[in-house]
């Protein structure tokens, strides 16, 4: 079994910085494509960042400059450091991992979502 658990969101102002973490558990031979969305109220979820496991990085047009994805293969988890927050990047953000539980299968498991709110 695989769990795959976001944390670090929260309420801050505008201008101001926060740091997500997904860390994936379990059995777990090997970790593809690793990435962040969000949804607002009333939205789609749309991607926001994404990194392979070579560790290119892709990013949405909003955020390009502000947010910076990375990701720790030895501790099986990636990060998302947000700076310049602006309100319109409240949401909830959610960690997607794309993870071979076993030699034959590559599978998408998706965290359970951390609230991210930025005041005005």
């Known amino acids: 079994q695989v769990h795959v658990v976001e944390s670090g969101g929260g309420l801050v102002q505008a201008g101001g910085s926060l740091r997500l973490s997904c860390a994936a558990s379990?059995?777990?031979?090997?970790?593809?494509?690793m990435g962040w969305y969000r949804q607002a109220p009333g939205k789609q979820r749309e991607l926001v960042a994404a990194?392979?496991?070579?560790?290119?990085?892709h990013y949405a047009d909003s955020v390009k400059g502000r947010f910076t994805i990375s990701r720790d293969n030895a501790k099986n988890t990636v990060y998302l450091q947000m700076n310049s927050l602006k309100p319109e990047d409240t949401a909830v953000y959610y960690c997607?991992?794309?993870?071979?539980?076993?030699?034959?299968?590559?599978?998408?498991?998706w965290g359970q979502g951390t609230q991210v709110t930025v005041s005005s």
């Open positions: 990194i392979t496991s070579g560790d290119s990085t």
């Open positions: 379990g059995s777990i031979v090997s970790i593809d494509g």
């Open positions: 997607n991992a794309q993870i071979r539980p076993n030699w034959y299968e590559l599978r998408d498991y």
